[in-house]
């Protein structure tokens, strides 16, 4: 079987693919390419239907908005990722940015390399402890469910989610008390975090009048999907004092540009989605998503498989 990929994956899954299939990143012969390998590249119409015999496109992770899944479905392609493949990398981003806002970690290292602090401990830089505080999130998948158990084992924290498709019961499983609605969510939590996917239903969803349901002082953690979270709207929240802080690890234009007026903002932290990039979660991602498209090419049995 042939293989396209322009991008490398982790090295253990390099060579295990070489091991499978034959491994090409030109379209010089589309006639023999069946599957297709992505991680940060977008899989078009254009692309799909260059490709006669193409039977699989794997993504890395569990994101797979950059794939073209109306046209995949129309040819009959079958699209895989790998679910909870970078779970724990997400989650462990997720409780770092938490601290770092609650205890104002970036800002005071800023303020050290800049013009500095007068005293130690100045008394108007103080914390907030996450003990006893509410983590709310509006997703309850498997990076927010690992975040919610860090947090409610190792600081004490109160776990609320939010997901319309998810029982109160099968919320519990997940280490979540149900909440019926985004606002109900946002108003009792002190951390809010964004663990949906970006489609048109989740577009937007923390925009506007949402903002002046967020209980004072509380943070807000974006590790999902740029989009989601309208970002000027989150600008003139940070800026009327509406929320205290806010970390995004997507954004709409990725990498942020220094234009985004987010960046100007020192209550805010920005980092250029990380979540899943750690040598453990690449390679564990990359080893089982070759699996997943070879077994799909071979007409096996297959983890992964994305609705389409």
Same mark, same amino acid.
């Given at each position: 079987?042939?293989?396209?990929?322009?991008?490398?994956?982790?090295?253990?899954?390099?060579?295990?693919?070489? %091991?499978?299939?034959?491994?090409?990143?030109?379209?010089?012969?589309?006639?023999?390419?069946?599957?297709?390998?992505?991680?940060?590249?977008?899989?078009?119409?254009?692309?799909? %239907?260059?490709?006669?015999?193409?039977?699989?496109?794997?993504?890395?992770?569990?994101?797979?908005?950059?794939?073209?899944?109306?046209?995949?479905?129309?040819?009959?392609?079958?699209?895989?990722?790998?679910?909870?493949?970078?779970?724990?990398?997400?989650?462990?981003?997720?409780?770092?940015?938490?601290?770092?806002?609650?205890?104002?970690?970036?800002?005071?290292?800023?303020?050290?390399?800049?013009?500095?602090?007068?005293?130690?401990?100045?008394?108007?830089?103080?914390?907030?402890?996450?003990?006893?505080?509410?983590?709310?999130?509006?997703?309850?998948?498997?990076? $927010?469910?690992?975040?919610?158990?860090?947090?409610?084992?190792?600081?004490?924290?109160?776990?609320?989610?939010?997901?319309?498709?998810?029982?109160?019961?099968?919320?519990?499983?997940?280490? *979540?008390?149900?909440?019926?609605?985004?606002?109900?969510?946002?108003?009792?939590?002190?951390?809010?975090?964004?663990?949906?996917?970006?489609?048109?239903?989740?577009?937007?969803?923390?925009?506007?009048?949402?903002? &002046?349901? *967020?209980?004072?002082?509380?943070?807000?953690?974006?590790? $999902?999907?740029?989009?989601?979270?309208?970002?000027?709207?989150?600008?003139?929240?940070?800026?009327?004092?509406?929320?205290? $802080?806010?970390?995004? &690890?997507? *954004?709409?234009?990725?990498?942020?540009?220094?234009?985004?007026?987010?960046?100007?903002?020192?209550?805010?932290?920005?980092?250029?989605?990380?979540?899943?990039?750690?040598?453990?979660?690449?390679?564990?991602?990359?080893?089982?998503?070759?699996?997943?498209?070879?077994?799909?090419?071979?007409?096996?049995?297959?983890?992964?498989?994305?609705?389409?």
């Amino acid at each position: 079987m042939t293989i396209y990929m322009t991008e490398q994956f982790h090295p253990d899954a390099m060579k295990r693919l070489a %091991e499978l299939a034959t491994v090409v990143n030109t379209l010089d012969h589309p006639e023999e390419i069946e599957g297709v390998l992505v991680r940060r590249e977008h899989v078009t119409r254009e692309l799909i %239907e260059k490709l006669p015999n193409l039977k699989a496109i794997g993504r890395h992770g569990a994101g797979y908005d950059g794939v073209d899944l109306q046209a995949a479905k129309e040819h009959g392609v079958t699209v895989v990722n790998v679910p909870g493949g970078n779970s724990d990398s997400v989650a462990e981003l997720i409780v770092g940015l938490a601290l770092n806002l609650e205890r104002r970690i970036s800002e005071a290292n800023a303020i050290c390399r800049g013009e500095g602090f007068r005293s130690i401990a100045p008394p108007d830089f103080q914390g907030t402890e996450l003990k006893e505080k509410t983590f709310g999130s509006i997703g309850m998948g498997n990076i $927010a469910s690992r975040a919610a158990k860090i947090l409610v084992n190792g600081f004490g924290m109160r776990a609320i989610g939010y997901d319309r498709h998810s029982t109160p019961e099968q919320a519990a499983e997940k280490g *979540f008390e149900k909440v019926s609605t985004v606002e109900a969510l946002i108003e009792q939590a002190d951390v809010v975090n964004i663990s949906v996917p970006l489609n048109p239903g989740t577009r937007d969803m923390i925009s506007g009048k949402m903002f &002046d349901h *967020f209980k004072p002082g509380a943070i807000l953690i974006n590790c $999902a999907r740029g989009g989601v979270v309208n970002e000027d709207d989150l600008y003139e929240a940070l800026v009327e004092g509406k929320l205290k $802080a806010a970390a995004c &690890d997507a *954004f709409v234009e990725e990498p942020p540009k220094k234009e985004n007026k987010l960046l100007s903002l020192s209550n805010f932290s920005a980092t250029p989605h990380i979540g899943g990039n750690t040598d453990d979660a690449i390679r564990r991602t990359g080893l089982q998503l070759v699996e997943n498209v070879v077994h799909v090419i071979k007409g096996e049995p297959a983890i992964g498989i994305v609705k389409t």
